[in-house]
């Protein structure tokens, strides 16, 4: 009777943390954002409610792994481990509404959202098992998102907005430095270490292969965009940079 007990008092949580992003995505495009063009809006709002998660996300994560003694890749998921995992499913349900209303050709982050989804759904409703395998992944994700959102916003104003400019220009740099040090190290770390613990079959009795093998394929493909994606960043950068020192040299 556990996993009923668990679904039934999980839906209610699922439900709240959905209308709270709502409400702020809402107040996000209708008051913070008025005035910005109504092709900057949406992106704008989606930041915002981004903000709302990823910090708060990573904090709750920590407390909730930093709570639990049992701790290893195959443990039972605990109340506040499940709490953060519907935190988290509701806030990219939003997210994915989002795009779906404002980009429904945006199919990379679409199904970013939908294959995360899948990854978090399983472990919160199907096998109860692997919170914090996918925790640890969640706060390797959001740790950079604070810094990721102010640069977005950033970036969208920059050609209009002086401060905006000097404020992505300041800030990419160091996002870059953060961001490939967590996407291109620490999170392909810890991923061999998850794939070489499930490889040895000691989860098998609690997380079906079929599961925690979709859940290997999400992360690694995720990582591997992110990786891509920084690096035409990086590039774009030293364009910059070249561009500049060659003005000076003439």
Known sequence: ??????????????????????????IAYFIIFPSWKPKLR?????????????TPAVFLAVTSLLA????????????????????SIAYFLMDLTHYLIFYPSDVLFIG??????????????MVYHGAYAIL????????????????TLANARKSDVEF????????????????SLVRGIAGPYFVYRMLSYYLSG???????????????????????????????LWVELYKEMSRKIEKKVR
């Open 68 to 87: 639990d003694p049992d701790r290893n890749f195959h443990s039972t998921n605990t109340h506040f481990q499940n709490m953060v995992l519907d935190y």
């Open 136 to 151: 640890v992944l969640l706060i390797l994700a959001e740790v950079t998102s604070f810094v990721q959102n102010t640069w």
């Open 202 to 232: 000691a989860a098998d009795n609690v997380i079906p292969r079929w599961i925690w093998v979709s859940w290997v394929f999400v992360v690694v493909t995720a990582i591997s965009v992110s990786i891509l994606w920084v690096s035409n």
């Open 164 to 179: 905006a400019a000097k404020v992505y220009s300041v800030l990419s740099p160091p996002f870059y430095v953060l961001y």
């Open 1 to 26: 009777m556990e996993a009923p007990i668990l679904l039934s008092s999980s839906i209610p949580n699922l439900f709240s943390f959905f209308i709270f992003f709502l409400i702020v995505y809402l």
């Open 42 to 54: 949406p992106e704008a709002s989606s930041c915002v409610i981004s903000f709302f998660h990823g």
């Open 112 to 125: 970013h959202h939908l294959a995360t989804l899948f990854v978090f759904v399983t472990c919160r409703y």
